[in-house]
Nanobody
Framework: VQLQASGGGLVQAGGCLTL?????????????MGWYRQAPGKQREVVAV???????NYADSVKGRFTISRDGAKNTVFLQMNSLKPEDTAVYYC?????????WGKGTQVTVSS
């Protein structure tokens, strides 16, 4: 099973980016899928999670700015990030719960300049 994340990059404060993450190597539909991030010198933290039924949960720091969505048929999860701030700068990781274990992508860098 592999998770391939894409869409990171460099953007100015106030800008937007969309991350995507596709799961491959399994015929099973993922349960919860999510996005996490880790800034330099900090612990990895949850950004947003979406259940198999579409229930969404967000970190307080991104509520109203980020939107998580998924394409269940394709085992793909997206993160639309608007009104980006310099403090959003981090490596963003996607995750997928496939029942027996949670799988992680390698991460994609998001850098927001002030």
């Amino acid at each position: 099973v592999q998770l391939q994340a894409s869409g990171g990059g460099l953007v100015q404060a106030g800008g937007c980016l969309t991350l995507s993450c596709a799961v491959s190597g399994t015929i099973f539909r993922a349960d919860a899928m999510g996005w996490y991030r880790q800034a330099p010198g900090k612990q990895r933290e949850v950004v947003a999670v979406i259940s198999s039924t579409g229930v969404r949960n967000y970190a307080d720091s991104v509520k109203g700015r980020f939107t998580i969505s998924r394409d269940g048929a394709k085992n793909t999860v997206f993160l639309q990030m608007n009104s980006l701030k310099p403090e959003d700068t981090a490596v963003y990781y996607c995750s997928a719960d496939l029942g027996r274990r949670i799988y992680w992508g390698k991460g994609t860098q998001v850098t927001v300049s002030s």
